[in-house]
């Protein structure tokens, strides 16, 4: 027990209880919107902790709450997506962690928010089920630019949905299968900023915070998903991705023009 209470020795007990409540409110809707919670969340993380310390943050409180979701969802799991998607996702962990800090990240925001905003007419509003043919081959090269993007960015879920959704999986799977994938991407990711310092002290306990608010935010959320349609799941599916990528292209420019 010791050894748990020593992650947050020297944490700010307001902030802690903020990630929490931001953990709870971020995975519901993270669960209504197909993923995304850390999107929602990296500006107020980032208001709270520093930019320095947001991705490895959110990545953290992101792994913590996944065995939840998988918990969830394990019998819509998609594994034979899972097997292309995990090993390149590793190996893009690390490449990410070890690049962390020395690329200008508003540019990647910039081409992230574009291809997020371009899903309302690649979708036809959402009359569209599905805008290109998604083999499950392509999830390995797909693992490997996300899990590095990620790693930088801290925030990749919404970019991963036209993927999926072109696989033909949608709500249950959708997430079940996303959610696999990610937690073994968290496990590089994780591993990667450790190894390379770039999470140390009061940061892993606020961390914890986040992800034991992802956990009951997930239940949650699991709760209502159970009540949505299939057509609804996609539009709000869309509608996110298309918020998501605006506020990515809002942010970039804000920090691009000072």
């Known amino acids: 027990m010791d050894w748990i209470l020593s992650f947050f020795t020297g944490s700010d007990p307001w902030i802690l209880l903020a990630l929490f409540l931001l953990g709870v409110g971020g995975f519901i809707f993270s669960t209504l919107a197909g993923g995304g919670g ?6 107020l993380v980032n208001t709270l902790l520093g930019a ?10 992101n792994l913590i709450g996944r065995p939840a979701r998988l918990f ?13 998607y995990v090993v390149p996702a590793l190996l893009g962990a690390w490449a990410g962690a070890w690049m962390f800090g020395q690329l200008k990240i508003e540019f990647l925001q910039l081409l992230i928010g574009g291809f997020l905003v371009s899903t309302l007419f690649q979708y036809r509003m959402g009359r569209r089920a599905r805008s290109f043919s998604m083999p499950d081959a392509g999830f390995a090269p797909l693992g490997f630019v996300i899990s590095f993007l990620g790693t930088l960015v801290g925030a990749m879920g919404p970019v991963l949905n036209p993927f999926y959704m072109n696989a033909g999986l949608e709500k249950e799977e959708l ?10 991407m968290g ?7 450790s190894f390379f ?13 986040l992800g034991a608010g992802a956990i009951l935010g997930n239940i949650l959320g699991k709760k209502i998903l159970s009540r949505i349609t299939v057509s609804g799941f996609r539009i709000l599916l869309l509608l996110f991705m298309v918020l998501s990528g605006g ?8 920090s691009l023009l000072g």
């Not at 320095?52 to 409180?61: F, H, I």
């Not at 506020?247 to 804000?254: G, K, P, T, V």
């Open 72 to 84: 969830l969802y394990w019998k819509h799991i998609h594994w034979r997506i899972c097997a292309f």
């Open 187 to 193: 496990l590089g990711q994780l591993s990667g900023y």
């Open 38 to 43: 850390a999107l929602v969340l990296l500006p």
């Open 247 to 254: 506020m990515l292209i809002y942010s970039a420019l804000f």
């Open 197 to 209: 310092g770039l999470l140390e002290g009061v940061y892993w306990g606020y961390g914890i915070a």
């Open 52 to 61: 320095q310390y947001t991705a490895p943050v959110l990545n953290l409180g």
């Open 175 to 184: 997430i079940g299968t996303k959610t696999a994938n990610s937690f073994f």
